[in-house]
């Protein structure tokens, strides 16, 4: 999920066809250091490890991986018993442990940030069905501290940044709340534009 290891963001649009979005991106000053010099405002890639769930401790399941502050090492299994091992480098690394308040911290508090130094600023999660995209973008309750997840946290930084902001400046907040399906988009909050296009 997320944002400055290099390589990671170029093999991952290489290997989707997007090289022409990666040669873009990082020749603008969204893809380079957004302010001051900090690391926290460049590409970076992060990930989230969630705990094993109910299904899966019934079934002897047992976690497959070993990981630090930016490594992770995969164990695999083929179908002879053969084992094998791939390792990954991030940024950073939330453990199962961890909370929505540190992802929220560490991910989107620089971004917000910097949106307000005049900076784009995109995050977007990336994994499969299960791996915990949801839980961690929205949270399992908008109404709870603990629970709540990155998008209801970064709206409240928004708007606690606008109020507390110098009354002689002005703010304009839209929002569009798309989906993508089966390689449609369609936009949730006007349903009859349900096949909308890509315009770069």
Same mark, same amino acid.
């Given at each position: 999920?997320?944002?400055?290891?290099?390589?990671?963001?170029?093999?991952?649009?290489?290997?989707?066809?997007?090289?022409?979005?990666?040669?873009?991106?990082?020749?603008?000053?969204?893809?380079?250091?957004?302010?001051?010099?900090?690391?926290?405002?460049?590409?970076?890639?992060?990930?989230?490890?969630?705990?094993?769930?109910? /299904?899966?401790?019934?079934?002897?399941?047992?976690?497959?991986?070993?990981?630090?502050?930016?490594?992770?090492?995969?164990?695999?299994?083929?179908?002879?018993?053969?084992?094998?091992?791939?390792? @990954?480098?991030?940024?950073?690394?939330?453990?199962?442990?961890?909370?929505?308040?540190?992802?929220?911290?560490?991910?989107?508090?620089?971004?917000?940030?910097?949106?307000?130094?005049?900076?784009?600023?995109?995050?977007?999660?990336?994994?499969?069905?299960?791996?915990?995209?949801?839980?961690?973008?929205?949270?399992?309750?908008?109404?709870?501290?603990?629970?709540?997840? /990155?998008?209801?946290?970064?709206?409240?930084?928004?708007?606690?940044?606008?109020?507390?902001?110098?009354?002689?400046?002005?703010?304009?907040?839209?929002?569009? @709340?798309?989906?993508?399906?089966?390689?449609?988009?369609?936009?949730? /909050?006007?349903?009859?534009?349900?096949?909308?296009?890509?315009?770069?």
């Amino acid at each position: 999920f997320f944002f400055q290891a290099e390589d990671g963001i170029r093999d991952f649009c290489l290997s989707r066809g997007l090289g022409d979005v990666y040669k873009r991106q990082t020749q603008s000053t969204w893809g380079r250091q957004m302010s001051k010099g900090t690391s926290e405002a460049s590409i970076r890639v992060v990930c989230r490890l969630r705990p094993l769930n109910e /299904l899966e401790k019934s079934k002897g399941g047992q976690l497959c991986v070993q990981f630090s502050n930016k490594s992770i090492k995969v164990k695999t299994q083929n179908e002879d018993g053969a084992e094998g091992a791939h390792d @990954f480098t991030f940024d950073h690394i939330f453990g199962p442990d961890s909370t929505q308040a540190q992802v929220f911290t560490e991910v989107a508090i620089p971004v917000i940030d910097n949106v307000f130094r005049g900076y784009n600023g995109t995050i977007f999660a990336y994994g499969q069905t299960s791996s915990g995209r949801t839980f961690t973008m929205e949270g399992p309750s908008i109404d709870s501290d603990s629970h709540k997840g /990155l998008i209801p946290r970064m709206f409240d930084r928004m708007f606690e940044i606008i109020v507390n902001a110098s009354e002689s400046m002005e703010f304009t907040v839209k929002v569009s @709340f798309l989906e993508i399906y089966n390689e449609k988009i369609q936009d949730l /909050l006007d349903p009859k534009k349900n096949n909308l296009q890509i315009k770069d």
